[in-house]
């Protein structure tokens, strides 16, 4: 019987941060920012994401302003990244949800609330899923939970540890994977598999042979 492949998670997650010794992938610390960088982040690459959040900030110099500005006008400052209309019409829900309920475009006041009271406050906002409230939830908060994005259900598919690598998870599914990883591992590990899944691990061919993962990879195994 395969033993179970959570068994060498913290394994993993040492050989990634050898592999990545810098943690930091952009993210921000009010969380307010970091849902609108992360809506930008989806299905779309780093560099384009990085600038189109400069643009957007450039547009809306205070997100309180977020509700007004024009939809067309948001989609254009979000231009490459791709998207465009249907991430304006998530910030511009997102915004208005919170003119609505806290007179500011702040989600500062999650900080005093559970974790799972504000997951599910930000799961209200229509178009935004679990991994970018989780992203919310773990940079800008503090908050010990698992995004589990594309490149790492990616790796964690092709290594064994995940059963599926597709593109969206469920809350619930979400749920059970973070509960099998050590709440201390889980900011680290997420940081380290976005990173390993952006360079090594990569959709299509992926670079196997300068992998520090290979020797416990079930792709690996069944393809070399
Ligand atoms: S060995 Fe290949 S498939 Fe497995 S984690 Fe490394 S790069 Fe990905």
Excluded at 45 to 70: H, S, T
Excluded at 71 to 92: H, P, S, V, Y
Excluded at 150 to 156: L, Y
């Amino acid at each position: 019987m395969k033993a179970d492949p959570f068994n060498n998670v913290a394994e993993v997650t040492e050989r990634l941060e050898e592999e990545y010794p810098s943690s930091n992938l952009g993210n921000k610390e009010r969380p307010f920012d970091e849902l609108v960088y992360t809506v930008l982040a989806n299905r779309t690459r780093e560099e384009y994401y990085q600038r189109a959040f400069g643009r957007v900030k450039d547009l809306v110099k205070d997100w309180n302003q977020l509700p007004d500005v024009e939809d067309e006008d948001l989609a254009a400052a979000i231009g490459d990244a791709g998207l465009g209309r249907k991430k304006a019409r998530t910030l511009k829900h997102a915004a208005s949800l919170l003119q609505n309920d806290m007179d500011e475009v702040s989600l500062d006041f999650l900080e005093n609330m559970s974790t799972e009271d504000a997951e599910d406050y930000l799961l209200r906002i229509r178009g935004v899923g679990p991994k970018t409230v989780k992203c919310v939830l773990m940079y800008a908060l503090d908050r010990t939970v698992f995004p589990v994005d594309t490149n790492c259900a990616r790796v964690g598919n092709r290594t064994g540890w995940l059963e599926s690598s597709a593109r969206r998870y469920t809350k619930a599914q979400m749920h059970r994977i973070e509960e099998r990883v050590p709440s201390r591992l889980r900011r680290s590990l997420h940081i380290r598999l976005v990173q390993h899944g952006r360079r090594t691990c990569t959709d299509g061919k992926p670079h196997c042979d300068s992998c520090p993962l290979n020797d416990l990879c079930d792709y690996y195994e069944a393809n070399r």
